[in-house]
């Protein structure tokens, strides 16, 4: 046996599909798509999920649900963070990526009540929640409101 004998075992290698090149090609006239029909002309396909006419399934099930807001640009913090902070002139969104504390950009930054604050700082963000509010003014610290 030489180099030049060897052959991929049979039915190891497969013909191309080549389609619409003439009645010698054994796809031909039609292409193989078949005499008239949906899925015989050009363009023609049907959407994922479609059934024949039928309602499809997507349809028939209930939905449920909902989409939630993007949260990009949004930070929320809570109280027990600004603890670990030492006594400030004022914490500001600008200052709070300065000390890493938040990551990213920034659009909009709450502050919610969680955990407990001992030194008074006076606090600049976009909305506060209640609990938050009245915690940080039983110290003696601020709540500003950025627009």
């Not at 002139?89 to 000390?99: F, G, I, N």
Request: with cysteine; aromatic share 4%; charged share 30%.
């Amino acid at each position: 046996m030489k180099i030049q004998d060897l052959r991929p075992a049979i039915g190891a290698k497969k013909r191309r599909k080549i389609v619409g090149r003439g009645p010698g090609s054994g796809h031909g006239k039609t292409s193989t798509r078949g005499h008239k029909g949906q899925m015989s002309r050009s363009g023609a396909g049907r959407s994922p999920g479609f059934e024949g006419g039928q309602m499809p399934l997507i349809r028939k099930i209930p939905k449920r649900g909902f989409r939630k807001r993007p949260t990009a640009g949004y930070c929320i913090l809570n109280l027990d963070i600004f603890s670990k902070l030492k006594e400030e002139a004022s914490v500001t969104p600008e200052l709070l990526k300065e000390k890493r504390i938040i990551k990213g950009s920034v659009n909009f930054l709450k502050i919610l009540g969680k955990g407990e604050i001992k030194v008074p700082v006076h606090i600049k963000a976009h909305a506060f929640s209640k609990s938050a509010e009245e915690k940080i003014k039983s110290v003696g610290g601020k709540c500003e409101i950025i627009k």
